[in-house]
């Protein structure tokens, strides 16, 4: 079973999705219960691949490789590491949550509905574990589809222009990052004389500084767009706040991650000299850290309560895209776990957004107040969710942020001095938002007979704030998960950094490192001798 463990969890929604399609549309509670245990048996298959998974061990695991169209170069590739375990989990597990929270919200074509989330869920599971260029372009055209009707069908009053908007914006960075992949396949080419699309052996492609660049920049646009990062985020709001609520949730818990694993995956191993020029470097952080405080301070101003969360999106994926270009362990290890935290924390923003909303059909902060007197419940898991995405120590958000700001402080002192500005103003945004919705007296009186949550709508919460707690307490099994595929960027990107500082292979600072400041710069062209590592400690 092992070797098509990977297959087993990326066709299981399909399986569902097939299945689901022989069900008579009048049959709705049929419907609701299989897409729900379509959804959960997702996440249980999924499970094995954490107990099974091996820390410490170089490369990927669960590997399937199989010829699909060799006149081509692309193959069926998949392969797990660190990175991609921690992202797979987090999707089976939102995926099914966001399948569970959609039980009354969803009326209106409901078969449909279903069908395209478990489509989604396919798209982007395929995007985490290809290691194959053609068949990760392909998952990540296919996630489009379902998002959009998603959007356009179930959202809400300007839903097709809010649809037809986020596709238009994601398919324009596809286009280009494409032209940036089909560069590097016929420069492998003509390098090596064969036609190939995967990653490995992309990697060995060696091209001038300038094509590196060249790439690098049509690769950016496209991650940068899903990401999004300042100022590519117009399309975000907009998705968010026209999106039923469980596409919100899978969009800002899943989607917007498959930028930030893009660079992860392919800008920084297949392009270690544009992505340590300190050109590219500087611009990414600066565009970094103008998103983190742009995005607090739009999130302030905000008078709906969707939007607020849609832009504390901007704000924390910032934080993650300055983790990345920090280019140390630190960094990359703590915008990776980053990632995940956001996932968790804005998935249940978006999630308690959606159990007010089904009882009062409205999102302005102005229409509530006191809300904690009358659900109390719903007071005690909003209070969680936002401190969650506030930082609070003991909850995850917190060890993410401050494991970015050790890695950014590491590279450059200012630019840990600007982001750690993004965190008081994210307090103050979400302690705003909390104060005017649930404390004082109730100021409305439509909100005197609301019903606190029920079982289900609980039983949504629980497993994402067990998460929450877990990370924030006990964060290590996560560096660990993260440590070897980590060590690896950062090596190559930065070839002889940890035997600089004398450190074996392996020896990935966790938490913990030297302070300095670090200065971004372009690395020596490759040679028999490791080169130094770019800047040099105060």
């Known amino acids: 079973m092992d070797q098509h463990l990977l297959s087993i969890v990326l066709l299981t ?47 990927y695991q669960f590997e399937e490789r199989a010829d699909w169209i060799p006149t081509l170069g692309a193959h069926y590739h998949l392969g797990m590491d660190g990175i991609s375990l921690l992202l797979v989990m987090l999707t089976t597990l939102m995926g099914f949550l966001s399948i569970l929270s959609s039980w009354n919200a969803i009326q209106d074509r409901m078969k449909e509905y279903y069908a395209m ?11 985490f574990l290809s290691l194959d260029f053609f068949l990760f372009y392909v998952f990540w055209e296919l996630v489009l589809v379902p998002m959009y009707f998603i959007i356009g069908v179930w959202g809400g009053p300007r839903k097709l222009y809010a649809a037809i908007k986020f596709f238009l914006y994601t398919l324009a960075g596809s286009v280009l990052m494409l032209l940036g992949i089909l ?5 492998h080419f003509k390098q090596f004389g064969f036609y190939t699309f995967e ?73 270690p000299r544009a992505s340590m020029d300190k050109t590219i470097v500087e ?73 007010i909303y089904e009882r009062r059909h409205t999102r302005e902060i102005s229409e509530y107040g006191g ?79 609301l019903p606190d949550m029920s079982f289900r709508e609980v039983a949504v919460f629980v497993p994402l704030i067990a998460w929450a707690i877990w990370i924030g307490v006990y964060p290590k099994p996560y560096f660990e998960i993260l440590r070897e595929p980590v060590r690896e960027i950062v090596e190559r990107v930065r070839p002889g950094y940890f035997q600089a500082r004398g450190q074996g292979p392996g020896g990935v600072p966790a ?25 040099g400690d105060r």
Request: with cysteine; proline share 6%; aromatic share 12%.
């Open 117 to 127: 989330f478990l489509l989604l869920q396919t798209g982007m599971i395929g995007v």
């Open 199 to 271: 990653i490995a052996d992309l990697m060995k492609t060696d091209l001038t500084l300038g094509m590196q660049q060249w790439v690098f920049w049509a690769f950016f646009l496209g991650f940068a767009i899903k990401v999004p990062m300042f100022p590519f985020h117009t399309w975000l709001p907009d998705a968010h706040v026209e999106a039923p609520t469980a596409g919100s949730v899978i969009l800002a818990a899943v989607l917007l991650k498959m930028g930030t694993y893009g660079f992860l995956r392919f800008s920084l191993p297949l392009l």
């Open 283 to 355: 611009v990414l952080a600066v565009l970094s850290i103008v998103g983190i405080i742009y995005g607090a301070l739009v999130s302030l101003m905000q008078q709906d309560w969707k939007k607020l969360v849609a832009y504390s999106s901007v704000s924390h994926l910032g934080f993650c895209t300055l983790g990345i270009f920090s280019m140390n362990p630190n960094g990359i290890a703590g915008s990776v776990l980053q990632q995940i935290n956001h996932g968790i924390s804005t998935g249940m923003l978006f999630l308690v957004i959606g159990v």
């Open 13 to 59: 929604p399909l399986a569902g999705l097939l299945v689901l399609l022989f069900i008579p549309a009048k049959s709705r509670n049929l419907i609701r219960v299989w897409a729900n245990l379509a959804g959960l048996a997702g996440f249980l298959i999924s499970l094995p691949l954490v107990w099974r998974f091996q820390t410490g061990v170089p490369g």
């Open 371 to 449: 809300l904690a007197h009358v659900m109390p419940r719903f007071a005690v898991i909003f209070a969680i969710a936002m401190l969650s995405s506030a930082g609070l120590p003991l909850l995850n958000g917190f060890i993410g942020e401050f494991t970015i700001l050790q890695g950014a402080f590491e590279a450059n002192r200012a630019w840990a001095a600007f982001a750690v500005t993004g965190v008081i103003l994210g307090a103050a945004y979400l302690l705003w938002l909390y104060q005017r919705t649930m404390l004082g007296q109730v100021t409305n009186g439509k909100n005197l007979g």
């Open 183 to 187: 560069t590097l396949y016929f420069q």
């Open 511 to 535: 938490v913990a490192a030297g302070r300095g400041q670090v200065a971004a710069a372009e690395p020596p062209a490759p040679g028999p001798r490791p080169p130094a590592p770019a800047g």
